[in-house]
T-cell receptor, first 113, second 114 residues
């Protein structure tokens, strides 16, 4: 069964901490994405990567960075966590060909206190 | 700029009813449209993927149609069950969207009452 795995379902971090969210896919997908989801705001794209070591900013990249050292792994980094980064974080991946759909992970609920 | 809307925002039906969820998009130049289901506090589960050259896709009690020219897709759920209660989102992969990004609709929250 193909999968996108997010390392944590729930995380609680303190303001100012550096936070790492990990995402691993086993489908050999070229593209990987990080979204955050908030009530009333829907899904918003933070960053995406279309190849190893390649990254592009999404709609709301401020306060975040990413790393993709291997094809199967895409990490989201909160350099200094703030309370307004409390959210549900969703990782997704897809093939690069135009007909490909997205596969999502199960999400990480991050609370910053 | 591609925009995706879903109507209604919320829907409540008694168990056993057939129902239709709607998704509209403003730019018909798309590669595909995907329907997802999301349970509270969980990730998105893909239900159906329709390519731009297709008119419909079926999986069990679900049938999704696509009318590119009118910018519309519908998700038909037959004989609804309480376990179908969830939020349903559609997502469009547009030709003019850079780097193959998709645009998501806001979702329809479905409640099936036993």
């Amino acid at each position: 069964d193909v999968k996108v795995t997010q390392s944590s379902r729930y995380l609680v971090k303190r303001t100012g901490e550096k936070v790492f969210l990990e995402c691993v896919q086993d489908m050999d997908h070229e593209n990987m994405f990080w979204y955050r989801q908030d009530p009333g705001l829907g899904l918003r794209l933070i960053y995406f990567s279309y190849d190893v070591k390649m990254k592009e900013k999404g709609d709301i990249p401020e306060g975040y960075s990413v790393s993709r050292e291997k094809k199967e792994r895409f990490s989201l980094i909160l350099e200094s966590a703030s309370t307004n980064q409390t959210s549900m974080y969703l990782c997704a991946s897809s093939y690069s060909y135009k007909g490909s759909g997205y596969t999502f992970g199960s999400g990480t609920r991050l609370t910053v206190v | 700029k591609q925009e995706v809307t879903q109507i209604p925002a919320a829907l409540s039906v008694p168990e056993g009813e057939n129902l239709v969820l709607n998704c509209s998009f403003t730019d018909s130049a798309i590669y595909n449209l995907q329907w997802f289901r999301q349970d509270p506090g969980k990730g998105l589960t893909s239900l159906l993927l329709i390519q731009s050259s297709q008119r419909e896709q079926t999986s069990g009690r679900l049938n999704a149609s696509l009318d590119k020219s009118s910018g519309r897709s519908t998700l038909y759920i037959a004989a609804s069950q309480p376990g179908d209660s969830a939020t349903y989102l559609c997502a469009v992969r547009g030709v003019k969207t850079s780097y193959d990004k998709v645009i998501f609709g806001p979702g329809t929250s479905l409640s099936v009452i036993p």
